[in-house]
């Protein structure tokens, strides 16, 4: 085996320690960011549609109900804060694609795919068109994402419609790292992701839709008209809109269908205009490496860089927890894959480190079904992309639950279920295989060994 260029340039312990000696265990998105606050369900209400999850999935398709009907009664109930787990904390990249990837996509759909590019681009574009209609204050950049290469096996990868090489590349950027890129000019937004979940709060509350704070959902009953129970009360909806993201779904059916995952965030304090010079980086795009343990970064609004990603952790039992937050052994080795990309920013202090869990399923992009009768739908399984694949699935929902058929209900992309994941303790033995065969492929210049192969094979297998 050999090895990665995180493992051959790797920084000083001494440059790790002073550059996470100040850092906070807080989200930086949430991070004094004022909100509204909405009360809690007490009785007993009605209402046309009732939505359980008020991150992007479940605000999306409380705006999208109201903008096709604004007369339709709306309630969302969020069992915390709008916004506080995935939809506050991650990295605000805004992307096109509805797949995870193209070729995730491919290997998958490869007949649709250039119908599902498509509409993720139509999708991208109403995002941004709903943030100018609504005046979203969100810090939204239509730049592109930049893939890059950092290992000469990963060089033919990039070969597309805007490849870069060695010296293009590193005038876009200036990593010592990067052997050569490839740049989607168009096809992702970068945005604050705290302040995305904030006001499509605002607006929706603002065309008529009752959301519920401090509001678990726990349990839905009956067969025909829906009664959504919670401790405080309940709703009597006519239909229900599951989005629940990583935490437990309330239909058995798909109990084993995702898995929570963790992945980890650092954030640096602001860098200065000779900071900023000297790793170039003029034109903002979200960057992103090749590897199947990738890290994603980008610049914020006050050019601050969020660095992210490589390590994706699953605790045994598939529970959302607090304590698993906390991993300093991810962070040292962010930290240090930080200063192997950009050297050139030594002394640079990060300020803040944070985790989340992501809704992963087995074939990495969303599912969607709908259940008693055609009253219950749900989307899930975004598996770390779902900014603006929320969107697309609030419309399919929506279609599902009007009993139409459209161009989106109609792809086989969201007409077929993934694989469930095996129960414990299988499911825990499984993910740790597959990170682990990950690990060694990213060690063998991408060579995927037997058991990756068998995953690909059975349409399990992982290709962002």
């Known amino acids: ?43 007993r209400i009605r209402a046309d549609l009732a ?29 915390n804060r709008v916004g506080w787990a995935a939809s506050g904390r991650n990295g605000g990249f805004c992307e096109a694609s509805l797949t995870h990837g193209h070729e995730n996509g491919m290997n998958r759909w490869p007949d649709e795919m250039p119908q599902l590019e498509r509409l993720g681009r139509e999708n991208l574009d109403g995002i941004q068109e709903a943030v100018e209609r609504y005046g979203m204050d969100v810090d939204w950049e239509r730049t592109g994402q930049l893939a890059v290469a950092v290992e000469p096996h990963q060089v033919e990868w990039m070969h597309g419609e805007d490849f870069l090489d060695q010296h293009a590349v590193r005038a876009e950027v200036d990593s010592p790292t990067y052997l050569a890129g490839s740049w989607d000019r168009e096809g992702c937004a970068m945005v604050h992701p705290a302040k995305l979940a904030f006001e499509l709060a605002r607006v929706a509350a603002e065309l008529g839709v009752r959301i519920f704070e401090r509001t678990r959902v726990t349990g839905i009953s009956g067969s025909g008209v829906q009664t959504v129970m919670t401790p405080g ?11 629940t993201n990583a935490f437990p779904s309330l239909l058995k059916r798909n109990r084993l269908m995702t898995v929570p995952v963790y992945d980890y965030v650092l954030m640096t304090e602001p860098l200065s205009a000779e900071q900023l010079g000297a790793i170039g980086w003029r034109s903002r795009q979200g960057l992103s490496d090749s590897a199947n343990q990738f890290h994603y970064y980008r610049l914020s609004a006050d050019d601050r860089i969020l660095f992210g990603g490589y390590d994706a952790v699953y605790h045994f039992g598939g529970r959302v927890r607090e304590r698993y937050e906390e991993r300093p052994e991810s962070y040292r080795r962010l930290a240090s894959h930080f ?55 609030a419309d399919v929902m929506l ?32 993910v740790n295989l597959v990170r682990a065969a990950m690990d060694r492929a990213d060690h063998d210049e991408g060579r995927r060994g037997l058991f990756l192969r068998a995953l690909d094979a059975v349409g399990m297998g992982f290709d962002s």
């Open 339 to 393: 200063f192997t990309t950009f050297p050139q920013l030594e002394g640079l202090r990060f300020t803040h480190r944070w985790a989340g869990a992501i809704d992963s399923c087995s074939r990495f992009c969303a599912f969607f079904g709908t259940a008693r009768g055609g009253r219950v739908v749900y989307a899930t399984g975004f598996t770390g992309l779902g900014v603006g694949a929320t969107r697309f699935a």
């Open 1 to 43: 085996m050999g090895t990665t260029v995180f493992e051959r340039l790797q920084p000083s312990a001494a440059v790790i320690d002073d550059a996470l000696r100040d850092t906070r265990h807080e989200v930086f998105w949430l991070d004094g960011l004022k909100r509204t606050a909405h009360p809690a369900l007490s009785g």
């Open 233 to 243: 009360g309940s709703v009597v909806a006519e239909h229900v809109a599951l989005a």
């Open 399 to 430: 279609d599902r639950l009007a009993g139409v058929k459209t161009e989106r209900t109609e792809l086989e992309m969201v007409r077929t279920r993934p694989i469930p994941f095996p129960p414990e303790p299988a499911a825990a033995i499984g």
């Open 51 to 79: 939505i359980v999850g008020g991150g992007y999935a479940g605000l999306w398709t409380a705006i999208r109900a109201k903008e096709r009907d604004p007369e339709r009664s709306v309630v969302l109930l969020e069992a």
